[in-house]
C-alpha cells in the first residue's frame, strides 16, 4: 500500500471515529440548543484560544530552527514552520501519531536537510516533549494535589497507563540517542529477526547503511551534549508549548462567563487529561479526548454547558487545527517539490 492510499485510509479511520463519537454525543441533545448556546460566547476568548495554537505550533518550529541552525543547517524559521505544520497534520490522522515525524522527515529531506541530522532533531524534541509533559502534569499535581484527587478519578487507568508508556518511549529514546552499543544490538537483532521472515534479503548491506547512518547520528547527538543553553531553551520552549495548549480549555471557560474556578485548577486538570489520551493509539486521540474532557471538565461546566463546551475546545485545538495544518502541508508539498534541488551526499563535520 502507496503512502497516498495510507494517508486516505487513516483519514477514512478518523472519521468512522468521529460519526461513531458524534452519534453518542448527540443523540439525546437538541442541536438548536447546542447552536444557541454556542453562538452566545464571548468570541474575544475563543480567538485568544486559537491564537493559543499557533502559539503551541510556532514553538515546536522554534525548536527545530534553533536544533538545525546549532547543528550547522541553513533553514529558515518559515520553513521549520512548515514542517511544524506538517507533523501536526500527519499525526492528528495516523494512530498514536506515528505518521507525523516520517513526514517531517520526509519534507526536511526535500529541503535538503540532512537526513541524521533531521531524525535527531526531531527525537530530541520527542524526548523533552515527553519529559516536560510529565514534569507539567507532576508539578500541577503537587501544587493542587487534593483538587485533583477529588475530581480525576475518572481517567486514572488512562492516566497510569499513559505515564508507564511514557516513561518506556523516554527511556529507549535516550538509550538510542546515546547508547552506541544499544544501537549496534538493536540493528542486529532486528535485521536478524526481519530475515527469518523473509522480509530482508541483503542483511549485511543493511546493516552497514543502518551502522554508517548511526555514527553520523552519535556525532551529532555528542554535539548536542556539549549545548546546554541549547536544551535550556527547547526545555522552556516546550513548557510554553505545551502551556498553550492547555490554556485553551480555561479560555473556553472564560468565553462562557464563568468565573467560579481558577486558572490553576483548570491547568491542573488539562494538564492530566492531555497526558492520559497521549498513549491512546487512536489518531488524533478521536473518542478518547472528548470522553476524558466531559468525564473531567464537568466539574467546571453545568451538564447544559459541558458538550458545548468540549465541541468548542476540540474545535480549536484539533478539529480546525487539523484543517489548517492540512492546507498548509498542502502548501509545504507543492513549494518543496517545485524548489527541490539535488542534494551531494550527507556529510556530518561537527
Not at 485533583?148 to 511514557?166: C, E, P, R
Not at 537483532?189 to 549485511?204: F, G
Amino acid at each position: 500500500m502507496n503512502s497516498k492510499s495510507k494517508q486516505w485510509l487513516s483519514l477514512f479511520f478518523m472519521a468512522c471515529l468521529m460519526l461513531i463519537t458524534s452519534y453518542f454525543i448527540f443523540k439525546d441533545q437538541s442541536l438548536s440548543n447546542l447552536i444557541e448556546i454556542v453562538k452566545n460566547v464571548n468570541p474575544f476568548y475563543i480567538i485568544l484560544g486559537l491564537c493559543m495554537m499557533f502559539l503551541f505550533v510556532g514553538c515546536e518550529a522554534m525548536n527545530t530552527f534553533s536544533i538545525l541552525r546549532a547543528l550547522g543547517q541553513k533553514v529558515s524559521y518559515l520553513k521549520c514552520l512548515g514542517f511544524a505544520f506538517v507533523g501536526f497534520y500527519f499525526s492528528s490522522i495516523t494512530p498514536s501519531s506515528s505518521g507525523g515525524q516520517p513526514a517531517q522527515m520526509f519534507y526536511m529531506t526535500k529541503a535538503n536537510i540532512n537526513l541524521s541530522y533531521s531524525s535527531l532533531n526531531l527525537l530530541i524534541i520527542t524526548v523533552i516533549y515527553q519529559i516536560v509533559m510529565m514534569l507539567y502534569g507532576g508539578v500541577m499535581f503537587l501544587l493542587n494535589h487534593e483538587f485533583i484527587l477529588t475530581n480525576a478519578h475518572g481517567i486514572k487507568y488512562f492516566l497510569m497507563f499513559s505515564v508507564t508508556i511514557n516513561v518506556l518511549l523516554t527511556v529507549a529514546i535516550l538509550l538510542a540517542m546515546f547508547s552506541k552499543k544499544f544501537i549496534y544490538q538493536l540493528i542486529h537483532h532486528v535485521t536478524k529477526w526481519l530475515a527469518a521472515l523473509h522480509l530482508l534479503k541483503d542483511v549485511n548491506r543493511t546493516r552497514e547503511q543502518l551502522e554508517l547512518l548511526v555514527q553520523e547520528y552519535t556525532k551529532g547527538a555528542e554535539y548536542i551534549k556539549t549545548q546546554p543553553l541549547l536544551m535550556s531553551k527547547i526545555l522552556l520552549t516546550t513548557t510554553i508549548q505545551l502551556t498553550a495548549s492547555y490554556l485553551v480549555p480555561y479560555f473556553v471557560y472564560k468565553a462562557f462567563y464563568l468565573d467560579e474556578y481558577t486558572l490553576l485548577q483548570i491547568l491542573s486538570l488539562q494538564s492530566l487529561v492531555s497526558l492520559a489520551v497521549s498513549s491512546i493509539p487512536l489518531p488524533g486521540a478521536v473518542g478518547a479526548s472528548e470522553n476524558a474532557f466531559m468525564s473531567t471538565f464537568k466539574l467546571f461546566f453545568a451538564s447544559n454547558l459541558i458538550i458545548p463546551a468540549m465541541l468548542l475546545c476540540r474545535g480549536i485545538s484539533f478539529y480546525a487545527f487539523l484543517v489548517i495544518s492540512g492546507m498548509i502541508s498542502m502548501i509545504v508539498h507543492f513549494t518543496l517539490t517545485k524548489e527541490q534541488k539535488p542534494s551531494s551526499k550527507p556529510m556530518i563535520s561537527i
